[in-house]
């Protein structure tokens, strides 16, 4: 199946920093999302992004599927974005059938 | 809107009892259905999908079993629950793009 690896793992901020996270995947996918799970454990859809850019406030992704990688950017982070961030794809027949990254578990200090 | 809903919260059963978990989906019809576990750690494992009524697909060998008696019912059993069921599980559903995940439960065989 399709490996996906995240980095950084893990990543400490000051409030009102700028960060990139980064999903590398092992095949062709036409699925890939990521998610923010917040301390009570909700998983939150932020973008749907099989490939091309995206944006919604202050976070923005773009997927170069070409290339198998895709980047979450957050900017002026703030604490309420703590939590841990994934990377979820799916190829081929598997459409719907996400395989998670890891995470990368993400502390915005005020 | 679509919502949905998923129950209970939190749960401490012993080792060899019983296991159900309910997910219901409200204001969709004909979703695909989705038990995810999350282990200590932070990954996501899929353990079971269902594209409709009866329809089951397993992922993972495993103690548990899922079954959809109903178009927006989710239900994921157990008959002897062992130490390693432990964990947080996670109903999701999706039409076309993006998943929704619910509150999820957490688990704790003692």
């Known amino acids: 199946g399709i490996q996906v690896e995240q980095s950084p793992p893990d990543l400490i901020l000051q409030e009102g920093a700028n960060s990139t996270l980064r999903c590398n995947f092992s095949?062709?996918?036409?699925?890939l999302q990521w998610f923010h799970q917040n301390p009570w454990g909700q998983l939150i859809n932020l973008f749907y992004?099989?490939?091309g850019t995206k944006q919604n406030g202050r976070l923005s992704a773009t997927t170069v599927a070409t290339e198998r990688y895709s980047l979450l950017y957050i900017s002026s982070s703030q604490t309420t974005d703590s939590g841990v961030y994934f990377c979820?794809?799916?190829?081929?027949?598997?459409?719907?059938?996400?395989?998670f990254g890891q995470g990368t578990i993400l502390t915005v200090h005020p | 809107s679509q919502t949905i809903h998923q129950w209970p919260a939190t749960l401490v059963q012993p080792v060899g009892s019983p296991l159900s978990l309910e997910c219901t989906v409200e204001?969709?019809?004909?979703?695909?259905l989705y038990w995810y576990r999350q282990a200590a750690g932070r990954g996501l494992q899929l353990l079971f999908y269902?594209?409709?009524?009866?329809?089951i697909s397993s992922e993972v060998p495993q103690n548990l079993s899922a079954s959809r008696p109903q178009d927006r019912q989710f239900i994921l059993s157990s008959k002897k629950l062992l130490l390693s069921d432990s964990g947080f599980y996670l109903c999701?559903?999706?039409?076309?793009?993006?998943?929704?995940f619910g509150s999820g439960t957490r688990l704790t065989v003692v």
């Open positions: 269902s594209v409709g009524i009866g329809q």
């Open positions: 999701a559903w999706n039409r076309d793009y993006g998943y929704t």
């Open positions: 979820a794809v799916a190829g081929g027949t598997s459409y719907g059938k996400l395989t």
């Open positions: 992004i099989p490939s």
């Open positions: 095949d062709s996918v036409n699925n």
């Open positions: 204001g969709t019809s004909n979703p695909n």
